[in-house]
Structure formats: C-alpha cells, structure tokens
C-alpha cells in the first residue's frame, strides 16, 4: 500500500499535515502524538519581528465549531530558527513554515531567513482574518496575490504554497492567480470570518469582535472549495477545514486534495491527526486501494 | 506522568448551591493531580467541541479520584449538572502549574502564614490546597449569600473566615474587607476568584510587601499550550511566546502576582 505523495518534488510519507496555528510547532502535542507518523508539521505563522496578537478572550465555541482571533501572536523568525527548527528537525517529518507578515518586506525577510535553514516548504499565509494590516488584503484581491506570491518566488529556496482565504467572491480566480506567479501548490481553506455575541453580556464574544470560523461546521464549505480550486489550477492542493475523521480526509482527496491538513479538532482530541493517518490506511484496505494517489480527485 | 485524555466515570454528585455541582470522578488521574492544577471535560452534545477547563478542587489518590466544583455557566456545565453516578466521561488532563510546591515546602518549615483566598467559583482550589499546605492558614472566602459552599470542608484545615455581598453571613463586602474588619495578616497569600478580587489582592500584596500567587481564568481552547487563546499579559517576557504573553493554561494558571499585569 502507497501512502506517500509528492508536491513540488517534496515527498510526505502520507498526507496527513497539521493545520497552521492549531500545533504550535509540534512542541505541545508531541505528549500526544508520535510526530513521525505525520505527513509534515505545518508550524505556526511566524513573522520577521514578534507579534503580540490580540486582546483576550481570543477564542469562542460556536456550534460545531470555534471562532479564534488570536491575531498571529509568534516569538518571531529569530526564536523560531533557533527553538523551534531544531526541535522538529528531531522527527522524521517535513517541515512545512508558515510565514506572516503586513508588508511584503515583513514576508520577504522571512523566506530570506529560512532560505539556509532545513525547512522542506514555506506555507504563505496571506489569508488570515484576523490582522488588521497586510495578511488578508494581499489574499483578497487577485493582483495583489498575485504581486506578492511572484515576489516570494524570486526570493524563496524553497517550494511555496499559498495558503488562501474562503472569504472571496470566486475562489477559482485566487486559484488562478496563485498558480500563474509561480507557486508550487495552494492550500485552502484559511477560517471563515464570523462573529458571535453574548447576550447575556451584551458584548462581543471576542475582544477583536470578529474572528475567523473553523471546526466541523465549515467543512461543507471547504469542500466544495477544494473542489473547485483543484479543477481550476494544475498545481497540487492541500486541503484543509473542519477535517475531523479519516473519512473527512477521504472526502477532501477525492473532491481534489492532494494532502489535508487537520486544524481545530487537534483542540478537541490532541490525539486526531495520527488517528486520521491510520483511519486512511483502514480506509484504502477496505476499499483495496493500493496507492492514495488512485484517490485524488476521484470525484469529478 | 504525560498528560493525557481518558475516560473517567462520575462517582457522586450533587447540587451544593443553586447552580453549583460537586462531583466525584474516578480517575486515574488523581494520581498525578496537585493543588491550582485543573482538568478539562467534555460534553457529549457534539455541536459543543471543547473540553471545559475546571481547577480541581480535591484530590483522593487513594482511591483514584478527584473532586470538581462548579457552577453552570453555559451548555457544557449544564450538561455535565444532568451526569447520574457511573456517567462516563473524558477528560483532558492533568492541565496547568498548581500552586509552588517549593513555597509551600518553606512555608512550613519556617512556620509562616498563609491567606488562602478564594471567590464565589474560586474557591474550590483552596480547599486542596488547604490540605496540601501545612502552615498557618487563615483561609478568606467570598460569597453573594449565606449559600456557604464547601465552607465545612474547609473548616478541617484551617481558620475560616466569610465574606458575603449581601451581609447574610461573615463579614459585609469582599474578602479584602474581610482582612480588615478581623485584623489578619499574612506572609504569603495564595488566591483564586473573579478578576477585581486578583486586582486587589495583587495591589494589597505589592503594599504590604508581601508573595500573591493568584490563579487566573481566561477563555482557553487547546488547554495544552498551542493555540494561544488563553493569554495574559506578563511584565516580563516570558521564555515562549517572547511577547509578554503566558499561556494560562500552561505556564499558569497560577503565576506570581507581581509577574503579571492584570
């Protein structure tokens, strides 16, 4: 049985990843979870300088899902090449950084302080909803993604993937616009933007008042954004939003994912994502499947 | 032992006050628990994803098991309020840093005293923490009404004394009036309540030249460190985040009180 994927000529042992900002970088749920049985770590979003984040409470349950407006909160690049790197470099795994910024300099002095360092992939998040400056805006207008992620390419070592935001009007056009900069692969979905208000309180259930929607309550909306995305472009896919099971995953790899990565049910049960890796081994028995790759975007 | 999410099964339970649960849970979990440290439980209605965090309020190792206290605050506490004896439930755990053990060791070797305070639904914590500690204790609590939860347990580890809102029992006001009106003093307060209470004793603590270490809450998420969401702001940088932001849920939620700017 085949497990093993390739994106960008990097080869993931199976495609099972963690979804940026719900693992920090390994460290924590390494009690939990033999770190070399993941496909990669896809770490924390790391800025040039680090970022305080929001005011608290930065995190509300909704139904069948969680709102977080944690604002990007990291020690910044030169603690994460130190501590962080050297940590993962322990387990055999890829390592894939996701890199944040509010300029395009800010992103470029990441990928230029990675480019020495034994990171496998950079992971551009310009889709996060929940800073005010730079993140989101470069991924929610077709020329500024595509401005940005040309500029990244003629800067990076290493292969990178676009992490982009479900809050557009057509997701393909983003897709599209990723793919014709240059970029090696696209991951989707970043949160939806939501808002929730106590009112009991009569207040914001979050200091930032919005934040960005994820858990099984999105994953119908991934889906089929993955799906779309994946007929729109040639470039690999990862897909991710709401991913709870093995059977969620297969969901994703067949609408056209070539990895997925599991977000906030890691909070739920820190335990899921090496539970997910052996769910699809059962699965592709089941069903004698001998290669995973029979299965990615099976469903036309 | 590594933290780790099991199934515990609930011993007892009852209604202590309205809206506040006691309940045993038979958990190997006790093994490994200490005074400040909490546990997180999750409902079954899998429309509510998240373990709620609850601060352990007793701890039996004997017998393998641990004593929460709690007040309905939402659907997930409701949920566990409706849980009949031999409820199977999960929980996330041993979470967070309990109260110094290295404070209290001293403490007791150099016959200091300590304040034990705690408010409305932070009061559960002081009561192992009454058991742990073995110095003077003057323990403080605070109530709205004469419903004196766990005020006879208490009693068994140390000089108790009241405080209610409403003036029904003890002392009129809060825990800090408390002090006052009896004239106690302490070398070392150790705390858990509503944030004005921390607010105050933190401020009584730096005016008397004295150690708080006060338990904080905030809305968590993971539980274990790595989403970030249950912060407070530090006024040191701290070895993690490198931003003034420790995590309550793992480098606390016990912190010292002149170390965080609350």
Not at chain 1, 94 to 107: F, W
Not at chain 1, 177 to 182: I, L
Not at chain 2, 110 to 137: H, N, R, V, Y
Not at chain 2, 156 to 173: F, L, P, W
């Amino acid at each position: 049985m085949n497990t093993a994927i390739t994106i960008a000529g990097v080869e993931f042992k199976n495609p099972v990843m963690t979804a940026s900002g719900t693992f920090g970088s390994g460290m924590e749920y390494s009690n939990f979870v033999d770190l070399n049985k993941l496909g990669a770590v896809v770490t924390k979003g790391v800025a040039n300088v680090p970022w305080p984040g929001n005011p608290t409470p930065r995190v509300a349950e909704t139904y069948g899902g969680m709102l977080n407006a944690i604002g990007l909160q990291n020690p910044g690049i030169d603690v994460f090449i130190e501590r962080d790197i050297p940590f993962l470099q322990k387990y055999d795994t890829k390592i894939i950084v996701n890199v944040c910024g509010k300029t395009v300099e800010d992103y470029l002095e990441v990928v230029d302080r990675l480019a020495d360092t034994p990171v496998d992939m950079l992971e551009i998040n310009v889709s996060c909803p929940n800073v005010k400056e730079g993140a989101i805006a470069f991924g929610q207008k077709a020329d500024c993604l595509y401005d940005i992620t040309s500029q990244i390419k003629k800067h990076a070592k290493q292969p990178v993937i676009m992490k982009l935001s479900p809050n557009v009007t057509d997701i393909t056009e983003m897709a599209k616009a990723a793919e014709a900069a240059g970029a090696d692969a696209i991951s989707l979905i970043n949160t939806i933007t939501g808002m929730k208000i106590d009112i009991h309180k009569r207040a914001f259930a979050l200091a930032n008042k919005t934040g960005g929607l994820s858990g099984p309550a999105i994953k119908p909306v991934a889906v089929r954004m993955v799906y779309q995305a994946a007929n729109a472009v040639k470039i690999p896919v990862i897909g991710m939003g709401g991913i709870a099971t093995a059977e969620d995953a297969i969901e994703f790899i067949l609408a056209g994912a070539t990895a997925v990565a599991v977000g906030a049910m890691n909070f739920v049960n820190p335990y899921t994502v090496e539970e997910i890796v052996t769910g699809i081994e059962r699965y592709m028995e089941r069903y004698h499947v001998t290669d995973i790759r029979e299965l990615i975007g099976a469903v036309k | 032992m590594a933290q780790k999410k099991t199934c515990g099964s609930v011993f007892s339970q009852q209604e202590i006050a309205p809206d506040i649960y006691d309940m045993w849970i038979t958990t190997e979990l006790a093994q490994d628990a200490a005074a400040g440290q909490f546990i997180a439980v999750y409902p079954k209605n899998k429309s509510t994803l998240l373990p709620r965090p609850i601060s352990i309020c007793e701890v039996d190792r004997e017998e393998n098991r641990l004593r929460i206290v709690y007040r309905i605050a939402g659907s997930g506490t409701k949920e566990f309020s409706s849980y009949e004896v031999g409820e199977s439930i999960q929980i996330l755990g041993v979470l967070g840093n309990g109260f110094p053990q290295d404070v209290m060791k001293k403490m007791a070797q150099e016959g200091k005293t300590a304040f034990l305070m705690g408010g409305g639904i932070g009061i559960p914590p002081m009561l192992q923490l009454a058991k742990e500690l073995s110095c003077d204790k003057k323990i403080i609590v605070g109530y709205r009404d004469s419903q004196l939860f766990l005020r006879e347990d208490l009693d068994k580890y140390g000089e108790v004394y009241i405080a209610t809102e409403d003036g029904s029992a003890g002392t009129k006001g809060n825990v800090m009036n408390a002090i006052d009106e009896n004239g106690l003093k302490a070398d070392v307060i150790f705390a858990c309540g509503p944030m004005p209470m921390l607010r105050a004793i933190k401020q009584y603590a730096e005016t008397e030249g004295i150690d708080a270490y006060i338990s904080l809450e905030e809305r968590m998420a993971c539980g274990v460190g790595a989403c970030l969401g249950c912060v407070c702001k530090t006024k040191e940088k701290d070895h993690h985040s490198h931003v003034n932001n420790a995590r309550i849920c793992t480098d606390g939620p016990v912190f010292e009180g002149k170390e965080v700017d609350i």
